[in-house]
């Protein structure tokens, strides 16, 4: 039990996440645009009742990203995410969509805490080998060698929070606010001009991190009940929105995650030195709607299905066509809550109607969802699609030219051993995110055969 003087992470991660959101909102206005867009769809979806989910977590729910340069940057940033109750889950390999970096992403994982406030931060971190000039490679590492992205404020207050085992109310307080200072913006560039053309040559990616003194916040994505509708909006409001919404179709029973962006803003930046002027593109906007969590019987029927889309699409820049086809080879998806129950689709939590069952009541599961006595809700996809990822990174950047793709072979073992690079400079091991739906699933059944007197089977 901790400490009573302590500030619960829950209270720091909120704390963090709407001092992040203020901060981004002067950064980049258009992302206020963004959040009033979102809330006005929210408040209209909400008005038809016809939301599946409406938590109270809805109209803070936040993801961001950022990009690390070295090693030891991110097994840092793993202690101050502890700090706020964030772990390691999942890991994502993008070199395989020609992207050099590697990731997790950090977020709350008990069902209590995703409650309080489900603030994640997808987190990159630069894979310096598939920089394929190695003299750039070695300047792109001696720069950063010399980049401290983290104030020693922050250093000092997750040492003593790992200490004492947590942070009394005026830390928490520095500790929101010096741990912003890693995310912010930095208008003047970390190298000098020739420098900065030279990285932004081998990939735009390497540029955005080896070219600033830290890994400046790239974009924080509210969550919207209707993202067709959200297009429409932004397109009406000339919102430079990406063609394509990405990942499965609309559906009645909304799986996994649909994304959609407006394009990364070209904006100025200064080099040391007053050297001139320069122009970069990193920071975007996205919005995003969650469906339920596959199992990954669900989630390989997923994969099978965006495969067969590609044969039917090549390039597609049409949303409208994209999502009738997708519409069609979804078909084949099962599209019931019940239906993905039965098939072991999809992760849903149990719980009992009714405090007590009196006797001869039903004994089986089913009888006793049939007869409104357990209650069945959809457990919400929590993480991030490897594929989306990729399609958002790519409609910032741009091509990529220096840059190298792994060769096929490295492409099949690399995912495993770079895994365990990665794993290495966290310093732990990521957590595999089917084993947290399902032990979340399993809980709320192992309560409801509790309460029925362990009836159900
Ligand atoms: C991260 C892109 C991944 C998402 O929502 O899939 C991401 C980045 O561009 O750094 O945020
Ligand atoms: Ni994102």
Redesign the pocket.
């Known amino acids: 039990i901790p400490h009573a003087r302590f500030v619960s992470p829950n209270e720091i991660r909120r704390d963090f996440c709407a001092a992040l959101s203020s901060m981004y909102r002067l950064e980049v206005p258009l992302y206020g645009e963004l959040i009033d867009l979102v809330n006005d769809v929210n408040e209209r979806v909400k008005e038809r009742g016809g939301s599946w989910e409406t938590s109270a977590r809805l109209g803070v729910e936040r993801?961001?990203?950022?990009?690390l340069g070295r090693p030891s940057e991110l097994a840092f940033i793993a202690r101050f995410f502890a700090t706020l109750g964030m772990y390691p889950v999942g890991y994502?390999d993008l070199s395989t969509s020609g992207v050099p970096?590697h990731?997790t992403a950090f977020r709350p994982i008990s069902s209590s805490a995703l409650e309080a406030n489900p603030f994640r931060v997808?987190t990159?971190l630069l894979r310096p080998e598939l920089i394929s000039d190695p003299m750039l490679r070695q300047q792109a590492l001696d720069i950063l060698a010399k980049r401290e992205i983290f104030h020693p404020r922050v250093r000092e207050l997750v040492t003593m929070a790992e200490r004492q085992g947590g942070l009394g109310e005026d830390e928490a307080k520095d500790l929101v606010q010096f741990g912003l200072e890693t995310f912010r913006w930095h208008e003047t560039a970390f190298v000098d001009q020739a420098t900065y053309r030279k990285l932004d040559q081998a990939h735009p990616l390497v540029a955005d991190i080896v070219g600033f003194r830290g890994p400046h916040i790239?974009?924080l994505?509210p969550r919207v009940l209707d993202i067709d509708t959200a297009q429409r909006d932004m397109i009406r409001r000339e919102i430079p929105a990406k063609q394509i919404i990405?990942g499965p179709p609309a559906r009645q029973c909304p799986i996994l995650?649909r994304?959609t962006s407006f394009q990364a803003l070209t904006e100025a930046i200064r080099f040391p030195g007053g050297e001139g002027l320069g122009a970069h593109r990193a920071r975007?906007g996205?919005i995003?709607s969650r469906g339920v969590a596959l199992t990954p019987k669900g989630h390989d029927l997923y994969m099978k299905l965006m495969d067969e889309l590609k044969r039917v699409e090549a390039h597609i820049e049409n949303n409208d066509e994209h999502q009738a086809n997708l519409q069609k080879v979804f078909a084949r998806f099962p599209d019931s809550w019940k239906s993905l129950r039965k098939d072991r689709l999809a992760y849903f939590t149990y719980s009992l109607a009714f405090t007590s069952i009196g006797p001869g009541t039903p004994r089986s599961l089913e009888d006793l969802i049939d007869d409104g006595i357990v209650t069945v809700t959809p457990i919400v996809y929590e993480d991030?699609?490897?594929a989306?990822?990729a399609g958002?990174?790519q409609s910032?950047l741009g091509s990529s030219s220096g840059s190298r793709s792994p060769t096929p072979e490295e492409s099949s073992s690399s995912t495993e051993s770079s895994k365990v690079v990665f794993e290495e400079a966290l310093g732990q091991t990521t957590i595999d995110y089917f084993e947290l739906y399902e032990q979340i699933q399993q809980k709320s059944l192992d309560t409801v055969r509790r309460l029925t007197g362990g009836v159900v089977p």
């Open positions: 993801h961001g990203a950022i990009r994502y970096v990731a997808f990159s790239n974009h994505t990405e995650l994304q975007f996205e995003e991030f699609l490897p989306s990822a958002i990174f910032n």
